[in-house]
């Protein structure tokens, strides 16, 4: 299901044309637009040469009913680092943008934040009704029931993921995983810090940039610890960052997001009708 989420069609030498699910919300979900330019920088750089850093910023929402068409500007291959920058375009705008830089293999100092401690996964339930591609289990409970009192909790919270089905062995399909699931639960600590669920009525929210570090080699196709926290929020804006863990404790991953969070002043923000 990922692996056909994330299969570009190449229609020009660095020009790309990727596809949403059938089955989706009214808008492109932010993780399937930069899992995809992702894709498309990767299959214009040597296959040696492995993402480590990707910067994002979402411009405009995504027309789920029609093609994304992402084109590529080989922006610098030196001798170590391959860098690209990747427009999301549709109705003849963009809607997104990505730079990513590739670096080839090197070995150098290395040490890493230690993984927190977590259940396992197959002890945990699965909380979402509708199939999606990337299987999530909430290691305690989710933010959508610990936050249903309105009540301000610790502004964290930590899932197991994992691409649903056995993913091919190329290295950047399970670096474009990661990335597609890297947005579906990071901005959670947001409203856990606010008492505040996704459902509550005057919210609106929407991701504004992300950036993610690539520490280590991995399978998205195995369990993932992501561990995530907001550490502040002004402005209308909120910023959350995670860590992602292999199950050995690897550390693979480092994930920063701001989101746009507004609130309106006349709504409940226990998630009540006013």
Known sequence: MLVDILDLERIEVDIFRGRSPEVGPQRVFGGQVAGQALVAAGRTVPAERAVHSLHAYFIRPGDPEVPIVYTVDRTRDGRSFSTRRVTAIQHGQAIFTLSASFHRPETGLEHQAQMPDA?????????????????????????????????????????????????????????????????????????????????????????????????????????????????????????AQGRIFRRDGRLIASVVQEGLIRVSDSADRHGRPS
Do not use: I
Request: glycine share 8%.
């Open 119 to 239: 259940p396992d996964p197959e002890g945990l339930p699965e909380r979402f009704g509708r199939l999606r591609p990337v299987d999530m289990r909430y290691a305690g409970e989710p933010p959508w029931t610990a936050a249903r009192d309105g009540r301000p909790r610790a502004a964290r919270s930590m899932v197991w993921m994992r691409a649903r089905g056995e993913l091919p062995d190329d290295p950047l399909v399970h670096v474009c995983a990661v990335a597609y699931a890297s947005d579906m639960s990071l901005l959670d600590s947001v409203l856990l810090a606010h008492g505040l669920t996704w459902d509550a009525s005057g919210l609106s929210a929407a991701s504004l940039d992300h950036a993610m570090w690539f520490h280590g080699p991995f399978r998205a196709d195995e369990w993932l610890l992501y561990a995530q926290e907001s550490p502040a929020a002004s402005g209308a804006r909120g910023l």
